[in-house]
């Protein structure tokens, strides 16, 4: 009888990692700013709270999540902290989304 081929080695899947980024992805808000960011480059805490229509608190505690998440960082200059995406750890959610991708069926 036939040996059946090889099953293909899927690439490491750290479920830990990819909640925690999909949850820090979990809010429109946080979508938004993330966009926003990657568009410009950088901004500065301000004008992403002039760019939303929330309370420059609800703001800040999105930017809490993004940069707890490490998708976001910040840099203090001046008493203002000017924030940007943090492109390595995009390029890991990429790299956990595709690796669940590749587990996927049909």
Do not use: W
Not at 50 to 69: D, F, G, R
């Amino acid at each position: 009888m036939p040996t059946p081929p090889p099953t293909p080695k899927l690439p490491a899947l750290d479920a830990e990692e990819l909640a925690l980024l999909c949850k820090a992805l979990g809010h429109p808000v946080r979508v938004r700013i993330l966009q926003h960011l990657a568009a410009i480059g950088e901004c500065y805490f301000g004008e992403l709270s002039e760019l939303l229509p929330q309370a420059p608190s609800t703001v800040s505690q999105h930017m809490s999540v993004l940069k707890e998440a490490g998708l976001v960082l910040g840099e203090s200059e001046d008493q203002r902290t000017c924030y940007c995406v943090n492109p390595a750890r995009v390029a890991q959610l990429r790299q956990l989304i595709d690796a669940l991708a590749a587990r996927a069926c049909c």
